[in-house]
């Protein structure tokens, strides 16, 4: 079992939909955990960090956490075709610095 | 944000040769630099931690005499790659952080062996 599994996609959207994004993850002492966007031939960027069980809604993002599902998510509202990219889910365990990144999940934005 | 400036962008070399990849922090002290390595259609795979002043913790299956990393000060970490050969080729990414901070990741640097 891989330690952040993410469904590798295409996950497609019509411009306007939501995007739901999800990630499991198999380390329960996992105590931080991120969204990444990353581009063709970029590097990631961060757009979301989540700590603590519940929803966090930053803009049209919201990161959802379920540390007893060990479950992680991402919605976006209002899909644009610019949100098209490769989405990665990160966990960092709970001593260390270390992230541990899924495959990720491609996400495809239709006009 | 910080920033973290990564040089070059894209290089293309020899097979046989070496190449210097250098990650810098411009804009803050990175007490710890990761690097990252990216197949095409793959995930980022850390390759090594490295912390100032001390020598690289290496991931399973890395060999630490082919991808020699320095991180002599707290704003300049370089990873060279040795004797390169195509199946280096690969996106190379790093990412800096302070203490507790999160990382920031650098544009990355495509190495081309030809």
């Known amino acids: 079992q891989k330690e952040v599994e993410q469904n590798s996609g295409p996950l497609s959207v019509p411009e306007g939909a939501i995007a739901s994004l999800n990630c499991t993850y198999s380390d329960r002492g996992s105590q931080s955990f991120f969204w990444y966007r990353q581009y063709s031939g970029k590097s990631p960027e961060l757009i979301m960090s989540i700590y603590s069980n519940g929803d966090k809604e930053d803009g049209r993002f919201t990161a959802q956490l379920n540390k007893a599902s060990q479950y992680v998510s991402l919605l976006i509202r209002d899909s644009q075709p610019s949100d098209s990219a490769t989405y990665l889910c990160?966990?960092?365990?709970?001593?260390?610095?270390?992230?541990?990144f899924g495959g990720g999940t491609r996400l495809m934005v239709k006009p | 944000g910080a920033v973290v400036s990564q040089h070059p962008s894209w290089v293309i070399c020899k097979s046989g040769t070496s190449v210097k990849i250098e990650c810098r922090s411009l804009d803050f002290q990175a007490t710890t630099m990761f690097w990252y390595r990216q197949f095409p259609k793959q995930s980022l795979m850390l390759m090594a931690t490295?912390?100032?002043?001390?020598?690289?913790?290496?991931e399973q299956g890395v060999e630490k005499d082919k991808f020699l990393i320095n991180h002599a000060s707290l704003t300049l970490s370089t990873l060279t790659v040795t004797s390169a050969h195509p199946e280096d080729s690969s996106f190379y990414i790093c990412?800096?952080?302070?203490?507790?901070?999160?990382?920031?990741f650098g544009q990355g640097t495509r190495l081309t062996v030809v």
């Open positions: 490295s912390n100032e002043g001390s020598k690289a913790t290496y």
């Open positions: 990160a966990v960092k365990r709970n001593a260390g610095n270390m992230l541990t």
């Open positions: 990412s800096a952080k302070s203490g507790a901070s999160e990382a920031f």
